[in-house]
């Protein structure tokens, strides 16, 4: 059964190399009209089977819809979840795929984010409470949510940092532990601090529109559709910035450190610098997916940031493949959608899960999509392996 399982595969690597030769020749006019095409599909997904516009509906489209099963969730609000997975998988691919650092409490970014826009943009949170009393201002004012953004990638950046300049001297599991405990102490932290509403949490988080309120025109309470190309929107920038960010001397930096950190420091490279920069960024962009989640949800609570969703976004990273954007994207989508879209087997979930992650690490341990980079190192790796002479 192995034996037939790895021939599969063998096979079906063949295949995909095969695509990715044939994609890269052909001529760039092509490749640009194909990717403009796909960008404008996911931009349509949340009418997927209906035509905008009309009421014609197209046949067999609608089953991959959540909402076409019983209890079903939103549609729409599937899809907004999967584009802010995929901004968590590419901000803790920075850190994990490109330079090679395990990180277990990525989750403590993220509620870092949503805690920014949190506490200073709800007018009903304890920061905002005390700087009224403070200042005599109306019980209404709050900081504005597009003040919040660069707040929220401070505080964001700053916790990278501060997380990173103690601990990045470690490596592997010691690093992987250390990380895991950021998590958790962030969570700790919110829960019995009285200024970020302890476990309460913090109600009457703002949107782009301001306050969530049923009268909002775009950002609304019903309508997700704008959040979800709010997040794709935010999510392809991210993707341009970061693509740039690989190819450039930085990037190879940290392909460097990952591949062999002694190496790369004889060579002239300060690891401990790069790997700084990639906690930082990466902490940037987890700090940006937990404001918008906090902004789209109005209310947030210190239990939402547990240990099972940080090990949820490093499942991702490994799933997609690591040091591969579109692996990693594939990876946050599939790991968002088909627990929705297959609801009526959710007493199976853990089991369904846990098989799928054995036979990747059995079949595909590079993930999905890996790099073409990575799936070489492990080439190597694999010949360079000693064999045991009986």
Same mark, same amino acid.
């Given at each position: 059964?192995?034996?037939?399982?790895?021939?599969? !595969?063998?096979?079906?690597?063949?295949?995909?190399?095969?695509?990715?030769?044939?994609?890269?020749?052909?001529?760039?006019?092509?490749?640009? %009209?194909? &990717?403009?095409?796909?960008?404008?599909? %996911?931009?349509?997904?949340?009418?997927?089977?209906?035509?905008?516009?009309?009421?014609?509906?197209?046949?067999?489209?609608?089953?991959?819809?959540?909402?076409?099963?019983?209890?079903?969730? !939103?549609?729409?609000?599937?899809?907004?979840?999967?584009?802010?997975?995929?901004?968590?998988?590419?901000?803790?691919?920075?850190?994990?795929?490109?330079?090679?650092?395990?990180?277990?409490?990525?989750?403590?970014?993220?509620?870092?984010?949503?805690?920014?826009?949190?506490?200073?943009?709800?007018?009903?949170?304890?920061?905002?409470?005390?700087?009224?009393?403070?200042?005599?201002?109306?019980?209404?004012?709050?900081?504005?949510?597009?003040?919040?953004?660069?707040?929220?990638? =401070?505080?964001?950046?700053?916790?990278?940092?501060?997380?990173?300049?103690?601990?990045?001297?470690?490596?592997?599991?010691?690093?992987?532990?250390?990380?895991?405990?950021?998590?958790?102490?962030?969570?700790?932290?919110?829960? !019995?601090?009285?200024? /970020?509403?302890?476990?309460?949490?913090?109600?009457?988080?703002?949107?782009?529109?301001?306050?969530?309120? /049923?009268?909002?025109?775009?950002?609304?309470?019903?309508?997700?559709?704008?959040?979800?190309?709010?997040? %794709?929107?935010?999510? &392809?920038?991210?993707? %341009?910035?970061?693509?740039?960010?690989?190819?450039?001397?930085?990037?190879?930096?940290?392909?460097?450190?990952?591949?062999?950190?002694?190496?790369?420091?004889?060579?002239?490279?300060?690891?401990?610098?790069?790997?700084?920069? =990639?906690?930082?960024?990466?902490?940037?962009?987890?700090?940006?997916?937990?404001?918008?989640?906090?902004?789209?949800?109005?209310?947030?609570?210190?239990?939402?940031?547990?240990?099972?969703?940080?090990?949820?976004?490093? /499942?991702?990273?490994?799933?997609?493949?690591?040091? !591969?954007?579109?692996?990693?994207?594939?990876?946050?989508?599939?790991?968002?959608?088909?627990?929705?879209?297959?609801?009526?087997?959710?007493?199976?979930?853990?089991?369904?899960?846990?098989?799928?992650?054995?036979?990747?690490?059995?079949?595909?341990?590079?993930?999905?999509?890996?790099?073409?980079?990575?799936?070489?190192?492990?080439?190597?790796?694999?010949?360079?392996?000693?064999?045991?002479?009986?």
């Amino acid at each position: 059964m192995t034996e037939a399982l790895r021939h599969f !595969n063998e096979r079906r690597r063949h295949v995909l190399g095969g695509m990715g030769d044939r994609w890269r020749a052909l001529p760039r006019w092509q490749r640009w %009209l194909t &990717l403009l095409a796909g960008i404008a599909f %996911l931009y349509y997904l949340p009418f997927l089977g209906d035509i905008p516009g009309t009421n014609l509906i197209i046949p067999g489209l609608d089953w991959f819809r959540t909402d076409s099963i019983d209890a079903g969730a !939103n549609w729409a609000g599937v899809l907004f979840v999967c584009a802010l997975y995929v901004l968590v998988a590419i901000g803790l691919n920075v850190v994990i795929g490109l330079a090679g650092l395990l990180d277990l409490g990525y989750v403590g970014f993220y509620a870092v984010g949503a805690y920014s826009v949190a506490l200073f943009g709800s007018a009903e949170s304890p920061v905002v409470r005390a700087l009224q009393e403070q200042f005599g201002l109306s019980q209404d004012w709050a900081i504005g949510w597009a003040i919040c953004i660069p707040i929220a990638l =401070a505080f964001s950046l700053v916790a990278g940092v501060l997380l990173g300049w103690p601990t990045l001297r470690l490596r592997g599991d010691y690093l992987a532990i250390v990380t895991l405990g950021f998590g958790e102490i962030i969570r700790i932290v919110a829960k !019995n601090s009285a200024w /970020a509403g302890e476990a309460q949490g913090v109600p009457g988080i703002p949107g782009p529109e301001g306050p969530p309120s /049923a009268d909002n025109r775009f950002f609304g309470l019903l309508d997700i559709k704008p959040w979800y190309w709010l997040a %794709l929107s935010v999510v &392809l920038l991210m993707v %341009l910035l970061v693509r740039r960010l690989e190819h450039s001397r930085v990037g190879r930096s940290w392909l460097a450190i990952r591949e062999d950190e002694d190496a790369a420091a004889v060579m002239g490279v300060y690891p401990f610098k790069f790997k700084l920069w =990639a906690f930082a960024i990466g902490a940037a962009l987890g700090g940006f997916s937990g404001l918008l989640f906090a902004s789209r949800s109005t209310f947030i609570q210190p239990e939402t940031f547990n240990v099972q969703l940080s090990i949820l976004f490093v /499942a991702m990273v490994v799933v997609g493949g690591s040091g !591969n954007m579109a692996g990693v994207a594939l990876g946050a989508f599939l790991l968002a959608y088909l627990p929705e879209r297959f609801r009526d087997f959710a007493e199976y979930r853990v089991l369904a899960f846990g098989l799928a992650l054995v036979l990747i690490m059995l079949l595909r341990p590079q993930g999905l999509l890996p790099s073409r980079r990575r799936t070489r190192e492990l080439q190597d790796r694999a010949k360079e392996a000693p064999v045991n002479v009986a």
